[in-house]
């Protein structure tokens, strides 16, 4: 397609997402997902693995990966056996050299990926006075967060530059918008990979290749279980947020948001100071949880003894 007609479809995606959504629902068409190549980070575990068994379902052949290879085989293994299809790359994302050999194995099995969806993360709970000797914790969200999706989407970028399409979805957090108290480095490393994407997506526009940032609030999931404080929080299930991934896939849009994530956006934009008054408030009135002050150890999966979202 040439860039002009190519750049008109791009600018009327999202607005006319809703009418191509209901042709579809009745003329009884499939998921604009079947036969696509959905490759999902994080796939072991939550969100990653909701989203990966809805995409299968939908008809995408979907690529796993996350670190531990016998859960992704799980999980291949039951998309399989329910008439979907999967492969398994096991591969640790903050590790540069296993994320090009990954970005290689996938190119050469696959050819270019059609969506790639950068949900593998690692989130971080913990007042700043009981991080000064915390340095790590910087790094850790960093290269999780930031660092391993920015050079796994660049190594799979040119392919799909190449084929005049492609979409990147990137699970980012309504803090991106709030600003929350206690999560300066988790959330500074969610807003680097959503800044980073949003230039991307201006450069790649006139190729076909999209980008969308998923603001989610709290989805209940091993990332928020060791935290109390969540417990009687409303909560989408990772079912209901790997719907709102899927169809971000099928709709691309710029971002997925929350109300309460855009008032937060608002006010900081209009009334800075009195939001971050506000935030001062709340930060006192929810104190670190035990185990950020104890600064225990890590737990299973990359989460921190003081997650959250
Ligand atoms: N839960 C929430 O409330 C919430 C809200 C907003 C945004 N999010 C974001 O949603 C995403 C998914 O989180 P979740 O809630 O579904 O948590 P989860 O169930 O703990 O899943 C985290 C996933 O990330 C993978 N992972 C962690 N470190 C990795 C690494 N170094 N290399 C490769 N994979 C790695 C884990 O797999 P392995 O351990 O097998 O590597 C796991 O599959 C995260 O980016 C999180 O920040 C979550």
């Not at 009327?12 to 809703?18: C, H, V």
């Not at 809805?54 to 998309?79: N, P, Q």
């Not at 971080?124 to 290269?143: G, K, M, N, P």
């Amino acid at each position: 397609m040439s860039p002009l007609p190519r750049s008109l479809g791009l600018l009327l995606q999202s607005p006319t997402a809703p009418a191509r959504r209901l042709a579809r629902t009745l003329t009884g068409a499939p998921s604009p997902l079947a036969g696509r190549t959905v490759l999902v980070t994080g796939a072991s575990s939550g969100i990653g693995e909701a989203t990966a068994r809805a995409a299968a379902a939908r008809g995408a052949r979907v690529l796993l990966v996350a670190r531990r290879a016998e859960e992704l085989e799980r999980l291949r293994g039951e998309i399989e056996e329910a008439g979907g299809s999967a492969a398994a790359y096991p591969c640790d994302l903050t590790d540069g050299e296993s994320v090009d050999a990954l970005v290689a194995s996938v190119l050469a099995e696959h050819g270019a990926v059609d969506h790639l969806v950068n949900n593998a993360g690692r989130s971080i709970r913990r007042s700043l006075h009981l991080s000064y000797d915390r340095f790590h914790d910087v790094e850790r969200t960093i290269a999780v967060n930031y660092l391993g999706p920015v050079r796994l989407t660049m190594g799979l970028l040119p392919a799909m530059r190449e084929q005049g399409s492609g979409h990147v979805v990137n699970v980012v957090t309504w803090g991106v918008q709030m600003k929350a108290p206690k999560f300066g480095a988790y959330i500074a490393s969610k807003t680097a990979l959503d800044t980073w994407s949003r230039i991307a997506g201006r450069e790649t526009w006139g190729d076909g290749v999209t980008f969308t940032n998923m603001r989610f609030a709290l989805v209940r999931t091993p990332m928020v279980a060791p935290t109390e404080a969540y417990a009687d929080q409303r909560a989408l299930t990772p079912e209901q947020a790997a719907a709102k991934v899927v169809r971000a896939m099928e709709d691309r849009p710029l971002t997925v948001d929350t109300l309460p994530g855009r008032v937060g956006e608002v006010l900081n934009l209009v009334a800075p100071r009195l939001s971050d008054y506000l935030f001062h408030l709340l930060d006192r009135a929810q104190p670190d949880s035990a185990a950020a002050r104890s600064g225990a150890a890590s737990l299973r999966s990359g989460s921190d003894p003081a997650p959250g979202s």
